[in-house]
């Protein structure tokens, strides 16, 4: 037997268990579901929800990111699978240091360990597709290095088959929303996330775009130190996200990190076309000044200008209250068979999404007090959008959605007090899409990010 059949049949095997680990708790929702459906059985969601998360989350894997994202897409799932499925924490148990060596004697030889003056035998963080060990160059510069887990690729793809199965589970009970476009892009995205060369050029990209961002720190990838599997970078000083706030932190700082995390993710979208997909708290470190470190680039979505333009064509829309430009804007996005009704149904997002920036004032994100609205809106979309006949989102929409509303819950969570409004304004104040398309073209070619799949 060769060694490349010997890998497929690990491969495949590696597969076989993972579906069998899964399955389960994914047929049980089918057979809930259909109970339900079919002969009335009331099921008890919630309880079977906890079991789900169970489940994934001790998975090394890509799932739980899907769920977590899924859990703030409206209607992707049910109420009670998204609100359990929301807690997941993307932190695996760590490989220990037989699997260290062997990942490193792989990726950059035999004497590996001897192109480094320190390396850490103990992971300093661990999450879904790898783990990262602290380090120290000769020339002593610190840095962080990413080790994908093994059999990465074969644990995607039995991923990417359950969430297939389950969205469509869904879609038979409910309809108002067609799933093919976004289980298109996640697979498409999360299967880019195993390209550790891929994320390398899209630090240096974001490290490009964010280059006059003073309150915004992107790591440095290493030169001769990266591979598809690891990813060797400089190491930023932060403190999470989450324990800063848990120590209360003064109005004036919260600010300072809610401002530059507006800034690090839609400079790039409307200057450049290009946006962080992965929202998640974790992916932020708070630096004593208020300034933020941005981690983790596995998931960089680049947009068409036409894409970006509709963006702002539906802002001036809900603005003005005009329904046949929200219309236009929403077919420049690549909705399509959209009835008078189904518009008048994505409005009612839209309102939610852009109302901050309508207001030339200082504000909270959010000025309810009910910390349900957003799913209460969703619900009335959603609604509106089964009475008309459902929609089928667009892939770029996927992405950008999820941004908007991933980056929305951290403004609420920081308590930001900010004109948002002046904020948008500074970003499209000279837009144009060509000028959009001549500087995402540049730096695509600058950081020499590989084309999408």
């Excluded at 579906?19 to 708790?25: E, K, P, Q, V």
């Excluded at 002593?140 to 469509?168: F, H, I, N």
């Excluded at 036409?306 to 219309?327: M, N, P, S, T, W």
Aim: with cysteine.
């Amino acid at each position: 037997m060769s060694g490349s059949d010997g890998e497929n049949r690990a491969s495949l095997f590696g597969e076989l268990r993972r579906l069998a680990r899964t399955s389960g708790a994914v047929g049980g929702i089918a057979a809930r579901v259909a109970g339900e459906r079919v002969f009335g059985i009331r099921a008890d969601r919630a309880s079977h929800a906890e079991d789900l998360k169970t489940v994934l989350g001790g998975l090394k894997g890509p799932l739980m990111k899907v769920a977590q994202f899924l859990s703030t897409v409206p209607d992707a799932l049910p109420a009670e699978y998204a609100a359990e499925l929301a807690e997941l924490q993307a932190n695996a148990p760590p490989m220990g240091w037989a699997f260290v060596r062997r990942r490193m004697v792989a990726e950059l030889g035999p004497d590996w360990l001897g192109r480094f003056a320190e390396f850490s035998h103990e992971a300093a963080a661990a999450a879904s597709l790898g783990q990262v060990h602290r380090a120290r160059l000769p020339d002593g510069t610190d840095v962080a290095c990413k080790l994908q887990y093994p059999d990465m690729a074969s644990t995607v793809e039995a991923d990417l088959r359950q969430l297939r199965v389950a969205m469509a589970i869904y879609h038979r009970m409910d309809n108002a929303i067609q799933h093919d476009e976004i289980y298109t892009e996640l697979a498409e995205r999360l299967r880019e996330e195993l390209d550790y060369v891929r994320e390398a050029a899209q630090m240096r990209l974001y490290a490009l775009m964010l280059q006059d961002e003073a309150s915004v720190h992107v790591p440095r990838p290493i030169a001769g130190y990266c591979t598809r599997r690891l990813l060797t970078m400089t190491w930023l000083d932060g403190r999470a996200l989450m324990r800063r706030l848990e120590e209360e932190p003064g109005q004036d700082e919260r600010n300072r990190i809610a401002t530059a995390l507006f800034r690090a993710w839609y400079v790039p979208f409307y200057r450049y076309g290009i946006i962080h997909g992965d929202p998640h708290l974790g992916n932020y470190q708070v630096r004593p000044d208020g300034s933020v470190n941005l981690l983790d680039f596995g998931a960089i979505r680049v947009f068409p200008s036409r894409f970006v333009e509709g963006v702002i064509l539906l802002y001036e829309a809900v603005r003005d209250q005009d329904e046949e430009k929200a219309h236009h804007a929403y077919e420049t996005w690549g909705f399509t068979d959209l009835t008078r009704d189904k518009t008048a149904a994505l409005n009612l997002w839209a309102k939610f999404l852009y109302e901050p920036l309508m207001q030339d004032r200082v504000r909270r994100i959010q000025e309810t007090n009910d910390p349900q609205f957003g799913r209460a809106v969703a619900e009335q979309v959603h609604a509106a959008l089964k009475r008309s006949g459902g929609v089928k989102p667009p892939r770029e929409f996927v992405l950008m959605d999820r941004s908007a509303i991933g980056l929305g819950s951290v403004f609420l969570r920081l308590g930001a007090e900010l004109n948002w409004f002046r904020l948008f304004q500074d970003l499209i104040a000279d837009f144009t899409p060509e000028a959009l398309a001549a500087r995402q073209a540049a730096a695509l070619v600058a950081a020499d990010v590989p084309a999408a799949a």
